[in-house]
């Protein structure tokens, strides 16, 4: 019985208490507990094997599929620091990122294999890496085959501690990755819900309730669509496995809102976790294109996290699925799950404050009716990897209490409430007046002509900055002037925040988890007219 808030301790006892429940369902797999405890016990000794052990980090850069769950859990098991990758990553930023961390050990994609060539000299502590199969037919050569660790006889016990952590890096879209460092006891309860969510007996309380919350969890089947190095879809699937619920994973390398819905169908999935608009909007086309052709009734709850999810979405998606609930969770990778969000009037949500959440401005508590940033207190990362200047920016101690502050800007409001505005780092300062492009950009996408929308600042001597649209369009249908898209965003919009221009582009770029790539946008944006 697990003794500790450690994620290797109570996997392990989920796996003992249900060890027949199917754990992973994928396009090549299916897994019980039982057998997935098995597989990384062994997967464990192969990686001891080759020298790596107690805080060495280990990167998962892989699509999803059933090893990048094997490699997360075997690290784990090890008392080692597994970090998630960008597989869209190019050279130099993998040469960043690999370094960064201290790399002991990666695990990758065989398709990866000459990348991983390239700049594995340029990365001191580098020892192994290892090459999962993937059907592509790549060169391997210089790492260890994936099938090679799992023929080994299963390990351990190896030494852990709660003061184990993992490492999560942020997607570095407004600056160079971070790592933050997550203590696994913070990680359990501020990123997967103290295995509480999908339970009659709530959060666990102490390690020893981890038996129940297995024993006693709902039998549901949650399907995670977001990349597994997307942190939002490993708090998703943590949050399953501390409750013995099965896991479906699509393994397809592109979102295909067609599949997905085939998968749910066939696999009977009732929690479908996608990641904001990016995602919400092809599905809800998907299901009004295709009127009658899935039986979605086994679905229970359609929800987003880590990035604006509009309220036009939640309404269409509730209309095509009536058996779901809609629901909006909000986090960051440095304050973890901050709660579901409410509909706000003004800004993109509301959140509750309570003596766990706050807003922080100039390291102090807000007081009624101040703009600064969400914040949280409690279980929290310890900081960011190798970067002391930017852990003392954002984890600050107030009257001797420690918070992490997230880049969320927010209004502390009389009513206890908490209304977020967007992230402070891309907002835009026109004319002295502030602009957070999340709700401008929730705006474009309503309009009928506009499928995905990023809005960024252009320099201009009289405001400040300009705020600028970039826009793609739904295909079919005629595009807008900007004079009819102006008349519809200024029925929603203050006049300030509406966009003095916009820019065409065939497709809005994003991370492959969804998120905006405002570095983009803010370059696409310095030509608008």
């Not at 190095?229 to 496995?241: D, P």
């Not at 009037?345 to 600064?372: H, K, S, W, Y």
Request: hydrophobic residues 40%; proline residues 6%; negative net charge.
């Amino acid at each position: 019985m697990a003794s500790r808030f450690h994620l290797a301790d109570l996997f392990e006892t989920v796996a003992r208490t249900v060890p027949d429940r199917l754990t992973l369902i994928s396009q090549s797999q299916r897994v019980t507990f039982a057998e997935l405890n098995d597989r990384c016990d062994r997967l464990a000794a192969g990686l001891a094997a080759h020298g790596v052990g107690r805080g060495d980090p280990v990167g998962l850069y892989l699509h999803n599929c059933p090893a990048y769950l094997d490699a997360f859990i075997a690290a784990c098991k090890l008392g080692a620091v597994p970090y998630n990758v960008n597989y869209r990553y190019r050279a130099d930023e993998l040469r960043y990122l690999f370094a960064n961390a201290d790399s002991v050990a990666i695990v990758h994609g065989a398709e990866f294999s000459p990348i991983i060539r390239d700049v594995r000299g340029d990365v001191p502590t580098l020892k192994l890496t290892v090459a999962v199969e993937d059907g592509s037919g790549a060169d391997i050569a210089g790492s260890i085959p994936y099938a090679e660790l799992l023929a080994h006889e299963p390990g351990g016990p190896w030494e852990r501690s709660e003061e184990d952590y993992l490492l999560c890096y942020t997607g570095g879209t407004t600056g160079m990755p971070k790592g933050v460092m997550w203590p696994h006891r913070a990680f359990v309860f501020a990123c997967a819900g103290g295995a509480g969510y999908f339970n009659p007996h709530g959060p666990i309380t102490k390690p020893e309730d981890i038996e129940s919350r297995a024993r006693d969890g709902y039998p549901l089947k949650m399907f995670p669509l977001a990349p597994l190095m997307h942190m939002a879809a490993m708090w998703t699937v943590w949050s399953a496995l501390l409750n013995g619920v099965t896991i479906v994973l699509d393994e397809g390398h592109i979102f295909d809102p067609e599949r997905v819905f085939d998968i749910a169908e066939r696999e009977g999935a009732n929690m479908i976790q996608f990641v904001g608009d990016a995602m919400a909007t092809p599905l809800r086309d998907a299901l009004r294109a295709n009127p009658g052709r899935w039986n979605l009734s086994a679905v229970v709850n359609l929800g987003s996290g880590g990035a604006l999810f509009s309220q036009h979405l939640k309404d269409d998606l509730k209309a095509l699925v009536p058996s779901a609930n809609i629901t909006d969770g909000m986090g960051s990778s440095e304050t973890g799950m901050s709660g579901m969000a409410e509909k706000s009037d003004e800004g993109v949500m509301r959140l509750p404050a309570n003596e766990f959440q706050q807003v922080v401005v100039d390291g102090r508590i807000a007081a009624i009716g101040e703009t600064g940033f969400v914040a949280r207190t409690g279980n929290t990362p310890v900081g960011y990897y190798n970067d002391p200047v930017k852990t003392a920016e954002t984890f600050v101690t107030i009257d001797g209490t420690l918070w992490a502050v997230s880049g969320d800007a927010a209004r502390r409001d009389e009513d206890g409430m908490i209304t977020v505005f967007g992230r402070g780092s891309t907002c835009i300062n026109t004319g002295g007046e502030k602009v957070f492009p999340e709700e401008v950009e929730e705006a474009l996408r309503a309009h009928p002509a506009i499928f995905d929308a990023v809005v960024a600042g252009q320099p201009d001597e009289r405001w400040g900055q300009r705020v600028i649209g970039v826009v793609s369009g739904r295909p079919g249908i005629a595009r807008p002037t900007f004079d009819d898209v102006k008349s519809f965003l200024t029925e929603r919009l203050a006049g300030y925040k509406v966009p003095k221009s916009l820019i065409w582009v065939d497709e809005v770029k994003r991370s492959p988890a969804g998120k905006q790539d405002y570095r983009w946008a803010t370059e696409v944006a310095a030509g608008a007219q």
